[in-house]
T-cell receptor, first 113, second 112 residues
Framework: EAGVAQSPRYKIIEKRQSVAFWCNPISGHATLYWYQQILGQGPKLLIQFQNNGVVDDSQLPKDRFSAERLKGVDSTLKIQPAKLEDSAVYLC???????????FGDGTRLSIL | QKEVEQNSGPLSVPEGAIASLNCTYSDRGSQSFFWYRQYSGKSPELIMFIYSNGDKEDGRFTAQLNKASQYVSLLIRDSQPSDSATYLCAVIRGTGFQKLVFGTGTRLLVSP
């Protein structure tokens, strides 16, 4: 079974630029999550999708972050404009359904200069 | 009070010993509990989940849950140097929106 796919693995941009991350969940997984993990901390949920609908985006900085999951499969997370404090690893995870164990992709390490 | 608390460590144990990792949570209504292992520079990897009070064993790993004390632990028997990693405790809280909340992790070091 293929795992959660994410790209790119690494991204370096300057502040105020924009960036986008892509995620393809495990086949058949209805729930998709985006997390932000800052060094030394646990992952923090940014947004959760159930199929193609948003069920929680309470911790997503909506003035600069956006995410979509068209057709209930792939998802993209965008940051525009980036700030220095956005430097982190962005993790995508998926699960069969809500409250089921989540499986993570390799993540995208974002560095803001 | 943090929703999920872990000692950041490092917890140092010799090879072959039992490593005991602990986690407390604040939401008494929480129902689902997970342990993830994260190697440096890698993403979290699910190693155990437990839903009911008591013990759950899988190979060298045992998860223990005590809902009355709001406490969940992970025991690693016969610890190996390859077990050296950060162990993240995660809880799906029972009140409000049911999302997975992570602790900050405990760093485990197993010395040969």
């Amino acid at each position: 079974e293929a795992g959660v796919a994410q790209s790119p693995r690494y991204k370096i941009i300057e502040k105020r630029q924009s960036v986008a991350f892509w995620c393809n969940p495990i086949s058949g997984h209805a729930t998709l999550y985006w997390y932000q993990q800052i060094l030394g901390q646990g992952p923090k949920l940014l947004i959760q999708f159930q199929n193609n609908g948003v069920v929680d985006d309470s911790q997503l900085p909506k003035d600069r972050f956006s995410a979509e999951r068209l057709k209930g499969v792939d998802s993209t997370l965008k940051i525009q404009p980036a700030k220095l404090e956005d430097s982190a690893v962005y993790l995508c995870a998926s699960s069969l359904d809500r409250n089921q164990p989540q499986h993570f992709g390799d993540g995208t390490r974002l560095s803001i200069l | 009070q943090k929703e999920v608390e872990q000692n950041s460590g490092p917890l140092s144990v010799p090879e072959g010993a039992i490593a005991s990792l602990n986690c407390t949570y604040s939401d008494r209504g929480s129902q689902s509990f997970f342990w993830y292992r994260q190697y440096s520079g890698k993403s979290p990897e699910l190693i155990m989940f437990i839903y009911s009070n008591g013990d759950k064993e899988d190979g060298r790993f045992t998860a223990q849950l005590n809902k009355a004390s709001q406490y969940v632990s992970l025991l690693i028997r016969d610890s190996q140097p390859s077990d050296s990693a950060t162990y993240l405790c995660a809880v799906i809280r029972g009140t409000g929106f049911q999302k997975l909340v992570f602790g900050t992790g405990t760093r485990l070091l197993v010395s040969p």
